[in-house]
Structure formats: structure tokens, C-alpha cells
């Protein structure tokens, strides 16, 4: 399989994915401004949209979005925490998250990546509504080690990829401080640290 990424970008949930999966792929970096490969030729070409993550198939096919991404390679090993089993309502639940997540969550973040576009008004509108958002989370969230419970899931690495924007827009999570216990404990997970060194974001 090849993975079509950005450093830093949601294609690290996928990342997460794979690694706590076990899975081998390939790494194939998209600048996130010219929106070119290593050899220059166009990303759009594969993926008209110009977005991450990407992932082809070992025939050819090619799968987009994350959540849906992340759900098909949890399947490829059934008996995973990472996705529970089809007909489950604790996979439904888990669908919820990683709806929630993407309609809800990581729209807020979108515009705050372009605050220069935006007056002072509004750059304070959003992050009031993220806040809202973040809110919500950690009291779901509570004292559990993870968003399903005692396992971790697909969820949680989205979840841990915009935490750790969270970080770089100076969005302040002191006031919950069960997320940022939460990000910690994602983060020191081996495979979190395996996808954030491939991805270029520590370094040993």
C-alpha cells in the first residue's frame, strides 16, 4: 500500500493506524503548497482534490478521507481494538466519534490554520466555537484512558492528531485537563511515536 501524506497534517491519524495495525506501507510526501511529489510531478493528477490522506491500494484502487481510510484498514485485521466488529453498536459508537471528529472538530480547526485572512472578531468567534467543541469532548471523554474506554481505537488517533495542532495554533487545553492527560498518554504510545518520527515531527 502506498499513503500519500503532509507532515503534521490528519494523514498522521492513518499513520497511527497502520503502525498500531502492524501494516507495511509506503510514505509518499505531497508538498502542502506546490501540491507536488519528490519527483515534481502533480498530486492532483492522483488525487484531483489535492488533499491527504491517500491511500492506493496494492491493485491500483485508491481510498480518501480519513475516517473511511482508517475503517477499512482496522477491517483488513478483524479482532482489533481499533475498530470494533461490524454489527456491534460499540462500532456505531465508535462511527459516531469519528463523524463527530470530522464534521465537527476538525472544521474548527480548518480556519484557524488561516487567521491572517481573518479580523480579530472572528479569529475570537473561532476559537469559542472550538472550545465548545473541545468541552464537549472532554466531558465524554471523562477519566477514561481512551474515547471507546480501555482501548484504543482509530478514533483516538484522529482525535491525538488535532490535539497536537491544538499545540501549534496556541489553542490553551490547561482547562481540561483530562485531555491533555489524554494527549500524553496517546502520544507515548510506541506506535504513535513510530508514525510522528516518520512523519518528520521528532526526531530521535
Known amino acids: 500500500m502506498k499513503l500519500y501524506y503532509m507532515p503534521a497534517a490528519c494523514s498522521l491519524s492513518v499513520q497511527i493506524t497502520l503502525n498500531e495495525l502492524g501494516l507495511d506501507y509506503t510514505k509518499i510526501l505531497v508538498d502542502s503548497k506546490t501540491k507536488t511529489l ?11 482534490r489535492g488533499q491527504v490522506p491517500l491511500l492506493e491500494l496494492d491493485d491500483g484502487m485508491r481510498l480518501s478521507e480519513g475516517p473511511v481510510i482508517v475503517q477499512y484498514l482496522a477491517d483488513l485485521k478483524p479482532g482489533s481494538t481499533l475498530i470494533p466488529p461490524v454489527g456491534t453498536m460499540d462500532r456505531y459508537r465508535e462511527l459516531e466519534w469519528l463523524n463527530y471528529l470530522t464534521s465537527e472538530v476538525h472544521q474548527r480547526f480548518y480556519p484557524m490554520f488561516r487567521f491572517g485572512h481573518f479580523g480579530d472578531d472572528a479569529k475570537g468567534d473561532f476559537r469559542a466555537d472550538l472550545d465548545r467543541r473541545l468541552a464537549f469532548i472532554a466531558d465524554k471523554l471523562g477519566d477514561r484512558h481512551y474515547l471507546m474506554g480501555d482501548d484504543f481505537t482509530a478514533a483516538d488517533g484522529y ?22 492527560a489524554y494527549r500524553d498518554r496517546v502520544a507515548a504510545r510506541p506506535a504513535v511515536q513510530k508514525a510522528m518520527r516518520e512523519a518528520g515531527l521528532i526526531r530521535d
Do not use: C, E, Q
Open 38 to 48: 519528490a519527483d515534481g510531478s502533480d498530486y492532483h493528477a492522483i488525487n484531483p
Open 159 to 180: 482525535l491525538f492528531t488535532m490535539l497536537r495542532w491544538a499545540g501549534f495554533l496556541k489553542v490553551d487545553l490547561t482547562g481540561w485537563p483530562n485531555l491533555v
